[in-house]
């Protein structure tokens, strides 16, 4: 089945540390994006790649890293320079454009203690 | 950038009701309107949209209308049925290079039995 996965579904990390999340698409998409989802806030966009080997940050990028070295996949980076990394991230992938359907990951729960 | 707000924060109806969900945007420029639909613990789904070229568009008991002057746009959601209940999510986006999904904050929608 074609779809986007993301894991693991919950990770803890101490702060400080720095934490990668794995976002794999089989759907040949061009285009991938990152999402961090607040209570209250909404999906804010963290990073974008509209095609390998090129992103461009999003809305909150401060703290994260992120990079497309395969059309696959997209891995984020949240980093110690984050000063506020427990949420709930959302990787999401289209076919090219953003103006056509954007397909969800399940997401990945992260809590910093 | 687009601005995308979303009326009210939270919904509930009676099972068989109809509901509604507003959303506003600010930049005229953007020309695709996507409702996504989230249930608990789950990533996001589309469930409709619509292109500025069309003023309303239906599927079954789903039906979203565009007001390009008014720039607003809304979900209805007719005989409610307990399933419905979900967060929603409204976003606007433009066509064009490096062009971003911009979503509202969500509306949680409870049905009630």
């Known amino acids: 089945d074609g779809g986007i996965t993301q894991s693991p579904k919950y990770l803890f990390r101490k702060e400080g540390q720095n934490v990668t999340l794995s976002c794999e698409q089989n759907?040949?998409?061009?285009?991938m994006y990152w999402y961090r989802q607040d209570p209250g806030q909404g999906l804010r966009l963290i990073y974008y790649?509209?095609?390998?080997?090129?992103?461009q940050k999003g809305d909150i990028a401060e703290g994260y890293s992120v990079s497309r070295e395969k059309k696959e996949s997209f891995p984020l980076t949240v980093t110690s320079a984050q000063k506020n990394p427990t949420a709930f991230y959302l990787c999401?992938?289209?076919?090219?454009?953003?103006?056509?359907?954007?397909?969800f990951g399940q997401g990945t729960r992260l809590t910093v203690v | 950038g687009e601005n995308v707000e979303q009326h009210p924060s939270t919904l509930s109806v009676q099972e068989g009701d109809s509901a509604v969900i507003k959303c506003t945007y600010s930049?005229?420029?953007?020309?695709?309107f996507p409702w996504y639909k989230q249930e608990l613990g789950k990533g996001p789904q589309l469930i409709i949209d619509?292109?500025?070229?069309?003023g309303e568009k239906k599927d079954q008991r789903i039906a979203v209308t565009l007001n390009k002057t008014a720039k607003h746009f809304s979900l209805h959601i007719t005989e409610t049925q307990p399933e419905d209940s979900a967060v929603y999510f409204c976003?606007?986006?433009?066509?064009?290079?490096?062009?971003?999904?911009?979503f509202g904050k969500g509306i949680t929608l409870s049905v009630r039995p």
């Open positions: 759907l040949n998409h061009d285009a």
């Open positions: 619509i292109r500025s070229n069309v």
């Open positions: 790649s509209q095609i390998v080997n090129d992103f």
């Open positions: 930049d005229s420029a953007s020309n695709y």
């Open positions: 976003a606007a986006s433009s066509t064009g290079a490096n062009s971003k999904l911009t």
């Open positions: 999401a992938s289209s076919r090219d454009r953003t103006d056509t359907e954007a397909f």
